[in-house]
Antibody, heavy 125, light 107 residues
Framework: QVHLLQSGTEVKKPGASLKVSCKAS????????ISWVRQAPGQGLEWLGW????????NYAQKVQDRVTMTTDMSTSTAYMEMRSLRSDDTAVYYC??????????????????WGQGTLVTVSS | DIQMTQSPSTLSASVGDRVTITCRAS??????LAWYQQKPGKAPKLLIY???SLESGALSRFSGSGSGTEFTLTISSLEPDDFATYYC?????????FGQGTKLEIK
């Protein structure tokens, strides 16, 4: 079965960088895209971006595109989300999510069918 | 960026009620619309994609409709397990955006 295992809780100071990992299992990693979504405390969901594990193509949300880089490692079936110049308002639970259907189904790219457990990131001085 | 606006923000209803949540896009998004359910402390769960396609793990009392700029999620008869927060999401080849959420509460 599809499983996405994210890295653990992070505490960072303002201005620092963050790298969250998302290790996939139970499917052919390279056939699907991965989205990253965050949720600030008590707030709604915010889409951060998407990466194709097939060819590395990325799409980023305008709000974070200057500070975020998404990558994948096919050898370990792991996706990464790096965020730089952290601010207090980056405090959130960060989720990775796999596309519902494989990369051939372009019409459902970024539909988040399977989710990781979330990684709590706290940015505080 | 395309903005997604859900209404209402909060909805109070009783077990057995039929409820509808609306999601409006700031411009036409064809059928690129998904609905998710989220319970406190848990990751969201996909219910509907392509505006009206029921995800295989979702229950048939959930249904979606709409195209263009206006979409609805309907729960035909509320069960106790349905009290949660619901989000719509626009998606396309270049981006995605979530609505602000609708909290469904027990009346």
């Amino acid at each position: 079965q599809v499983h996405l295992l994210q890295s653990g809780t992070e505490v960072k100071k303002p201005g620092a960088s963050l790298k969250v990992s998302c290790k996939a299992s139970g499917y052919t990693f390279g056939n699907y895209g991965i989205s990253w979504v965050r949720q600030a405390p008590g707030q709604g969901l915010e889409w951060l971006g998407w990466i194709s594990a097939y060819n590395g193509d990325t799409n980023y949300a305008q709000k974070v595109q200057d500070r975020v880089t998404m990558t994948t490692d096919m050898s370990t079936s792991t996706a990464y989300m790096e965020m730089r110049s952290l601010r207090s308002d980056d405090t959130a639970v960060y989720y990775c999510a796999r596309d519902l259907q494989d990369i051939v189904e372009e019409s459902t790219v970024k539909v988040c069918g399977f989710w990781g457990q979330g990684t709590l990131v706290t940015v505080s001085s | 960026d395309i903005q997604m606006t859900q209404s209402p923000s909060t909805l109070s209803a009783s077990v057995g009620d039929r409820v509808t949540i609306t999601c409006r896009a700031s411009q036409s998004i064809s059928s690129g619309l998904a609905w998710y359910q989220q319970k406190p402390g848990k990751a969201p769960k996909l219910l509907i994609y392509q505006a009206s396609s029921l995800e295989s793990g979702a229950l048939s009392r959930f249904s979606g409709s709409g195209s263009g700029t206006e979409f609805t999620l309907t729960i035909s008869s509320l069960e106790p397990d349905d009290f949660a927060t619901y989000y719509c999401q626009h998606y396309n080849s270049y981006s995605a955006t979530f609505g602000q959420g609708t909290k469904l509460e027990i009346k």
